[in-house]
T-cell receptor
Framework: GAVVSQHPSWVICKSGTSVKIECRSL??????MFWYRQFPKQSLMLMAT?????????EQGVEKDKFLINHASLTLSTLTVTSAHPEDSSFYIC?????????FGSGTQLSVL | GQQLNQSPQSMFIQEGEDVSMNCTSS?????WLWYKQDPGEGPVLLIA?????ELTSNGRLTAQFGITRKDSFLNISASIPSDVGIYFC????????????FGTGTRLTIIP
């Protein structure tokens, strides 16, 4: 079946640095990918919709200059957390759609020291 | 952002018991999905519902799409240890490649 690969699985970084997370669709093309954030013991909250070849659409309250999204090909979207701070520590999950369903990556645990 | 109301928030049951959880929304969704998430992993799709009133099974799991399109139910029969985890409902307004609105989650724990 369709698989979405997310990398890295976890990352620890110093405050003020930038972190890039990759989301790949392995056996299908995804014109749209979604990025979610999940804080401990909470639900998944949509951050942005990544559109291949065009600008991402951000949900209300999500800073587009802080969370840079690039969807340069039909199989890859990247999320860059710029100038990360401890409050950005969270579990970030991407999803991509096949013909009928959305599939989720395995998530990236970001810890900012 | 919007979240769907999911209940109960947590459940403590014994192995072999049946489980029921539900999800409600103030607005209509055209697709309802149920996911299970294990710690440190992304959610995995359990059941997808595409039609109001639809009742769909996947092994020991049964889910229903409410007639009003504003709710959905998930039942798990004869629970086993690997059922432990967090269950999320999700609503999708348009069929196909549209963003999901997630429920608040139900944490299932099985008491030995």
């Amino acid at each position: 079946g369709a698989v979405v690969s997310q990398h890295p699985s976890w990352v620890i970084c110093k405050s003020g640095t930038s972190v890039k997370i990759e989301c790949r669709s392995l056996d299908f093309q995804a014109t749209t990918m979604f990025w979610y954030r999940q804080f401990p013991k909470q639900s998944l909250m949509l951050m942005a919709t990544s559109n291949e070849g065009s600008k991402a659409t951000y949900e209300q309250g999500v800073e587009k200059d802080k969370f840079l999204i690039n969807h340069a090909s039909l199989t890859l979207s990247t999320l860059t957390v710029t100038s990360a701070h401890p409050e950005d520590s969270s579990f970030y999950i991407c999803s991509a759609g096949g013909r009928e369903k959305l599939f989720f990556g395995s998530g990236t645990q970001l810890s900012v020291l | 952002g919007q979240q769907l109301n999911q209940s109960p928030q947590s459940m403590f049951i014994q192995e072999g018991e049946d489980v029921s959880m539900n999800c409600t929304s103030s607005s209509i969704f055209n697709t309802w999905l149920w996911y299970k998430q294990d710690p440190g992993e992304g959610p995995v799709l359990l059941i997808a519902l595409y039609k109001a009133g639809e009742l769909t099974s996947n092994g020991r799991l049964t889910a229903q799409f409410g007639i009003t399109r504003k709710d959905s139910f998930l039942n798990i029969s004869a629970s086993i240890p690997s059922d432990v985890g967090i269950y999320f409902c999700a609503g999708q307004r348009d069929f196909g490649n549209e963003k999901l609105t997630f429920g608040t989650g139900t944490r299932l724990t099985i008491i030995p």
